[in-house]
């Protein structure tokens, strides 16, 4: 349909060219369809259009009946130029807007990545175990199904927890392919308790061994979102790598994060909350800016982006002094009802 009115646009622009006096450069309204084809057409259609738009201009002239003809060589010239450089421009706008995207794109995956290297020991973690449980299941079903009478319930019951652990194994390996993946994930309803507590759990091998105590406080009801979930995962994969690194690095005595899911005025709100040694003045100034950071090997892109996609979910991400020692992070999302309910 968008296609047929932009043909009917062409059309009639060539029609009052050819009736109107050569003085007026009517073919210079050309560009009004190329520029509305920039927006909904793929490159090669908008190129072809262009063309068509310069041989309309070329066929018209020689139509047109009234006005000088000097003037009619000029005014073509003028429409030709008028076409062609919006043409070119307008391609060449839509290029840079390609290599953009494919840029923050690619920004955004290796902040993926680098959280994910970040905690490999915990994802380590989390695999073993449910491995480490698979082989002892299956030994277990090995003994009951030699003994004499063979044990047939308790085989099914190794079975069983055999099929669990599998089952929990491949999850921990599917979020983790997610998280890394090149594609976005298509917007989906989820309960931001829910993954709070499975970013938590690959996050759990890191605190215990950094000896990191972990409050959670989460709403009883289903507190849901609507979005891309790898990418709200991602913001709360890297607020917790970043409290964990913070109690870390600065000796601090206690080591303690406060992380809680609650429910507000239309908004689902998520707050990190550590007892490390706060930002500085310094980082203070340079908190949301990229490629700034204060961490030896850091890159500076974690806040950047993961303030980028938390407004892109028209929610936020803000940050606050603890009382006391410490820093505050906190996201904001629009609350969604989950789906087949008010």
């Known amino acids: 349909m968008t296609g047929l009115l932009v043909a009917i646009l062409v059309l009639a622009i060539f029609v009052v060219d050819v009736l109107t006096d050569r003085v007026i450069a009517v073919a210079v309204l050309y560009i009004v369809p190329v520029l509305l084809a920039l927006r909904i057409f793929p490159r090669t259609r908008v190129m072809g ?35 062609m450089t919006t043409s070119y421009l307008g391609l060449r706008m839509l290029s840079h807007e390609a290599a953009s995207h494919e840029a923050r794109a690619h ?8 959280n994910l290297g970040e905690l490999a020991s915990s994802i380590a973690h989390e695999v073993n175990q449910p491995l480490a449980a698979i082989t002892s299941s299956a030994g277990a079903a090995r003994r009951w199904l030699d003994g004499s009478p063979p044990d047939l319930t308790r085989a099914k019951e190794s079975l069983d927890r055999i099929a669990r652990d599998a089952a929990r194994a491949g999850d921990v390996v599917s979020g983790v392919r997610r998280l890394a993946s090149r594609k976005a994930s298509t917007p989906v309803w989820t309960d931001m308790a829910e993954l709070v507590e499975e970013c938590v759990a690959i996050a759990r091998a890191e605190l215990d061994r950094q000896q990191i105590r972990l409050d959670l406080t989460m709403p009883e009801d289903a507190a849901g979102i609507w979005g891309d979930r790898v990418q709200i995962q991602q913001i709360v994969v890297n607020l917790l790598i970043n409290a964990i690194e913070s109690l870390t690095q600065n000796g601090t005595a206690e080591r303690r994060i406060l992380l809680s899911v609650s429910r507000s005025a239309g908004f689902v709100a998520l707050t990190i909350a550590d007892t490390g040694a706060g930002l500085s003045q310094d980082a203070l100034g340079h908190l949301w800016e990229p490629f700034w950071t204060s961490k030896e090997g850091g890159v500076g892109l974690g806040l950047t982006i993961s303030r980028t996609i938390a407004e892109a979910h028209g929610g936020a991400l803000e940050y606050r002094p603890r009382g006391g020692r410490g820093a505050v992070f906190e996201l904001r999302l629009p609350l969604t009802p989950e789906p087949g309910h008010a």
């Open 49 to 83: 259009l262009a063309a068509g738009c310069v041989a309309l201009t070329l066929l018209g002239s020689p139509l047109t009946r009234f006005g000088m003809t000097e003037a009619g060589m000029v005014n073509l010239a003028i429409s030709l130029i008028a076409i």
């Open 107 to 114: 920004l955004l995956r290796l902040s993926r990545i680098g």
